[in-house]
């Protein structure tokens, strides 16, 4: 069982910057693949980044590329998504993901999800 905690979410403006985190309790968080998603009112829960195990390799959504930035601190077990030039269309509640595949989360799986942190962009 791995549990996932998220923080970092919070009110900004347009332009703002702001890091979210996720914190992975246990001795099992180097074993596991992290991803980020979304989801805004109304719509399906989207990809946003993903990093394997190691940190050595990460995807992105298209969404993301150029703006964000995922990596992770296997000594903190915690992964962090750095999102930067925020719009109001990146409001969402933004969950973190654990699997064992980085695929599977590129494929919107995973084996675990945290409760999530709201996001919210001010014109």
């Known amino acids: 069982q791995v549990q996932l905690v998220e923080s970092g979410g919070r009110l900004v403006q347009a332009g703002d910057s702001l890091r979210l985190a996720c914190a992975a309790p246990g001795r099992t968080f180097s074993s596991y693949a992290m991803g980020w998603f979304r989801q805004a009112p109304g719509k399906e829960r989207e990809f946003v980044a993903a990093i394997s195990y190691s940190g050595g390799s990460t995807r992105s959504a298209e969404s993301a590329k150029g703006r964000f930035t995922i990596s992770r601190d296997n000594a903190k077990n915690t992964v962090y998504l750095q999102m930067n030039s925020l719009t109001p269309e990146d409001t969402a509640v933004y969950y973190c993901?654990?699997?064992?595949?980085?695929?599977?989360?590129?494929?919107?799986?995973?084996?675990?999800w945290g409760q999530g942190t709201q996001v919210t962009v001010s014109s």
């Open positions: 993901a654990a699997d064992r595949m980085i695929a599977a989360l590129t494929a919107r799986r995973a084996e675990y």
